[in-house]
């Protein structure tokens, strides 16, 4: 059973003084505009692939294959969404704090995405992120020690960091929305997990992961209307889920094919 650590707790503290930080609307402006140039270095190509990571239909979509791999990790992503969800819009419209296109010059800074505004503080995007990080990240600890695990878990990790550094780079968060989106989002991973081990009896059901596959087909056909033909990111999650489906529609011509066999 996962059990919340110090370094979870460390986490709502941080969570905490950025909401502080953010109370006072003391706008870290030197800080973004460092981050943001320092990020202008690579192609905007990047940032904007990271970026759509961010978004929790293609994340999970991304993730379809897991399915009969590690359905832990998806169920745990599923049931994340509700407290991320609830942080995201709670704080959101409690600030409905400017963002950096509200705030300075687009001449100031690089601005690759649209520019937004108002509610910027969370950054949801971080927290869909932060919320995958941690499901893997503590699903992961009750196993044994090795590169696997390592390697896995510091992948995790690192490609929130880099999810949350893209919507700095895209001009459209402040550091501390991020800052605030990955203690969200990681409080969020953690009751997605802790969920998930209470009721296993219900996400272990033979229905669940029927219900799972066919939510990801529909979120697949939804980024299929939503989004343009060029989006790379997208059309890779709706493959994966593509690749999900037919995995499960062989499983099942397979299992037919040998229940019909004389003497089966």
């Not at 880099?162 to 969020?188: E, F, N, T, Y």
Request: charged residues 10%; glycine residues 6%.
């Amino acid at each position: 059973m996962t059990k919340i650590r110090r370094t979870d707790l460390a986490l709502v503290l941080i969570m905490v003084l950025t909401l502080g930080v953010q109370a006072t609307m003391k706008v870290p402006a030197n800080l973004f505009l460092f981050l943001n140039s320092m990020c202008a270095e690579l192609p905007d190509a990047v940032w904007q692939n990271l970026t759509q990571l961010g978004d929790t239909l293609v994340l999970l979509c991304c993730m379809a294959p897991l399915l009969w791999l590690r359905p832990a990790w998806i169920y745990g992503l599923i049931a994340a969404i509700p407290l991320g969800s609830f942080l995201s819009l709670f704080f959101k419209n409690a600030f409905n704090a400017p963002r950096p296109g509200d705030v300075l010059s687009l001449s100031d800074f690089h601005a690759i995405a649209p520019v937004l505004s108002g509610s910027s503080f969370p950054s949801g995007h971080t927290i869909t992120a932060f919320a995958f990080s941690a499901v893997i990240w503590m699903s992961l600890r009750q196993e044994e020690p090795g590169a696997f695990k390592r390697c896995v878990q510091t992948g995790a990790l690192l490609l929130a960091a880099g999810i949350g550094l893209s919507r700095i780079a895209m001009g459209v968060h402040w550091p501390q929305d991020v800052l605030a989106g990955a203690c969200m989002g990681w409080l969020a991973g953690l009751s997605g997990v802790m969920l998930v081990e209470k009721y296993q009896a219900f996400w272990q059901a033979g229905f669940t992961k029927w219900a799972a596959l066919f939510l990801l087909v529909i979120s697949a056909c939804y980024l299929a209307v939503r989004s343009p033909p060029t989006e790379v990111v997208v059309n890779a999650a709706m493959a994966s889920v593509l690749v999900a489906a037919l995995f499960q529609a062989a499983r099942l011509l397979v299992n037919r094919r040998h229940l019909k066999r004389p003497g089966v």
